[in-house]
């Protein structure tokens, strides 16, 4: 079966396209510049201006799915995000990008005959408030720059699909554990140099998942035919931040002793100190209720793999 996947360079787009080959589908990945990256063998790199259907739209015809990933990054490239990494103009390329992603999905599923079968519309649960309560699907949106992004930019990006008689699946996806990208590497960095510690209070949840169970949440979303609508993407034991950085600290063998002030971190962030004392938990009985088994749902265990500890 033939995929296609915008933002297909980043860490998700390249797991999940090796997940995909592995079983013999075709990938096509989007890119702006194919030449510079390097795609993992087998997949077709596939020229493309991030806001239309120009040069990639025929892939569109007959396909069975459109995963939509792109959008520039919110955290930055960095392990420690930078005050400036919010300014005015950075925020309008971050919404802007998404919204002109799934506008060229969505240009690209009208101008098929023969439809895709589903597209995946990536999200984030930032979409929520922050708080103590378990969000499901249908709780409220929440406020602030991150759930603009994903309520009024990334999720309606490509809605217009589904009046075109396409099924959409929207993920609603936790921060992702990997050393690559993430809360993680800066995690990490601290317990390296002994400084290893919560964050502000550390009583604000931090939802999470493994990366095996982000690959294999989306192509059994994209898969199973009765999945429609919002899911949760999430492992279903949610931690506040004092025990992940407890459990984090007794699997690196490191003291989480040196606790870093609410105040000192909105001095040092700004206003993207939310990304670390803001969170909230998440259900996931609506993947679990579809049959969705999670092979990470503790945090301990995760980790463990993700650094290599047993």
């Given at each position: ?89 950075r925020k309008r390329q971050i919404k802007e990008s998404r919204l002109r992603a799934g506008q060229a999905v969505v240009a690209a599923v009208e101008a098929a ?146 606790p870093v002030p609410e105040f000192a971190l909105k001095l040092l962030l700004g206003e993207i100190s939310a990304m670390v004392l803001e969170g909230r938990p ?9 049959g969705f088994n999670f092979e990470y749902p503790a945090l301990g265990p995760a980790l463990r793999e993700i650094l290599g500890e047993r």
């Open positions: 079966m033939r995929y296609i996947i915008t933002g297909g360079t980043g860490f998700i787009g390249r797991h999940l396209t090796n997940s995909l080959l592995a079983d013999n589908h075709e990938v096509f990945i989007l890119s702006r510049n194919t030449a510079r990256q390097q795609l993992p063998a087998g997949a077709t790199g596939v020229q493309w201006d991030g806001e239309s259907g120009s040069g990639w739209s025929h892939l569109a015809e007959g396909a069975f799915a459109i995963i939509n990933l792109a959008g520039e990054s919110i955290g930055g490239n960095g392990i420690i995000p930078l005050p400036g990494t919010w300014s005015a103009e005959t023969v439809k895709p079968q589903v597209v995946f519309q990536m999200s984030g649960i930032d979409y929520y408030p922050t708080g103590d309560r378990v969000m499901t699907e249908d709780s409220p949106r929440g406020h602030g720059f991150l759930t603009e992004v994903v309520a009024d930019f990334w999720e309606p990006s490509t809605a217009a699909v589904e009046l075109m008689g396409v099924r959409r699946i929207v993920a609603r996806t936790a921060p992702l554990l990997n050393r690559e990208n993430g809360p993680l590497p800066a995690s990490l960095l601290q317990f390296r140099l002994y400084a290893g510690g919560r964050l502000g209070s550390g009583k604000q949840w931090f939802a999470w998942i493994h990366p095996d169970d982000v690959i294999r949440a989306i192509r059994f979303l994209t898969e199973t035919g009765s999945a429609n609508g919002i899911f949760n993407l999430a492992a279903p034991n949610p931690v506040t931040n004092e025990e992940f950085t407890r459990t984090l600290g007794k699997i690196m063998k490191r003291p989480a002793i040196l998440v259900s996931v009985e609506k993947l679990e209720a579809h």
